[in-house]
């Protein structure tokens, strides 16, 4: 009873049960997606867990039904534009805000950075609003630009991240030999923030490629992603399909975290 109770004890018991609470917690999250699995698995016209049958039928309806391939096509083609748009835009906005000094430069910080702290529901509303006025709602462009306000503070979050890794004193050198800015950042700068470019990179895309809120705002019947197509399906009819597509998608999210976490380790041990 007195170990125990001696502080040794108490450190150890704090520990597991702080391990049992994160492992349930972890379990509790992931086990709609392992369930979701397995049901993807089953025959056609049926959506029960565990399956009666091993096929791919549902695979199949998937990749030859323009209704739901249409939609991923979209999807990627949004996600992938919005993915060089917003790199595009964060890396000479990051760069200005990391190694300038300009008056209001933290309230630009936070006005670029605030698409992060307003509600989905919120930002939405009013790019649906300002895009009706425009005359481009569900329009691929409405959708790209949405997106591009949705996922450029993330991407600037991580290359500003990288950017404080870099001795400025490289740059302060290549002025000194006569270098001019865009030359500083695309001989000296860049090199050492791949990483953290290609890091914001796959998270725009899988932001984007994923984001369902507001595309349900801005989409329109031909321009309709997949993610707005599984909400809908699952509001108006039960689509077996759907779990397809959810273990396709849990797929492809764990590649990118792989992916980024490699990325990560990688711009890491460059930096030491």
């Not at 309806?61 to 949004?78: E, I, N, R």
């Not at 949405?146 to 991580?158: E, I, W």
């Not at 909400?231 to 998608?249: D, G, K, M, Q």
Request: charged fraction near 10%.
């Amino acid at each position: 009873m007195s170990d125990k109770l001696s502080p040794g004890g108490l450190i150890r018991l704090y520990r597991l049960s702080g391990g049992a609470v994160a492992v349930v917690g972890y379990l509790f999250l992931i086990l709609p997606s392992v369930i979701v699995i397995p049901i993807s698995f089953g025959g056609r016209g049926e959506l029960t867990f565990p399956p009666r049958a091993f096929s791919w039928d549902l695979y199949a309806d998937f990749f030859t039904d323009p209704a739901w391939w249409g939609t991923a096509v979209q999807s990627l083609q949004v996600a992938t534009l919005t993915t060089i748009l917003a790199v595009v835009l964060a890396a000479p906005a990051s760069y200005a805000l990391v190694r300038g000094t300009f008056p209001g430069k933290q309230v630009l910080s936070i006005v670029l950075l605030s698409p992060i702290l307003i509600p989905l529901i919120v930002l939405g509303l009013g790019l649906y609003l300002h895009f009706a006025s425009l005359g481009i709602v569900g329009s691929t462009l409405s959708l790209v630009l949405a997106h591009t306000v949705l996922v450029t503070p993330f991407v600037m979050v991580s290359i500003s991240s990288g950017l404080r890794h870099i001795d400025p004193a490289l740059e302060r050198a290549a002025t000194i030999m006569g270098a001019g800015h865009i030359t500083i950042f695309f001989g000296v700068v860049f090199p050492q923030i791949k990483a953290s470019i290609a890091v914001g990179a796959l998270f725009a895309f899988l932001i984007s490629f994923d984001e369902v809120i507001v595309a349900y705002f801005i989409s329109g019947a031909d321009t309709m992603t997949l993610p707005v197509k599984m909400f809908s399906a699952i509001r108006w009819e039960i689509s077996p399909v759907i779990a397809a597509v959810s273990t396709l998608l849990t797929a492809l999210s764990l590649v990118f975290c792989v992916a980024i976490m490699f990325l990560q380790k990688q711009d890491n041990g460059s930096s030491q």
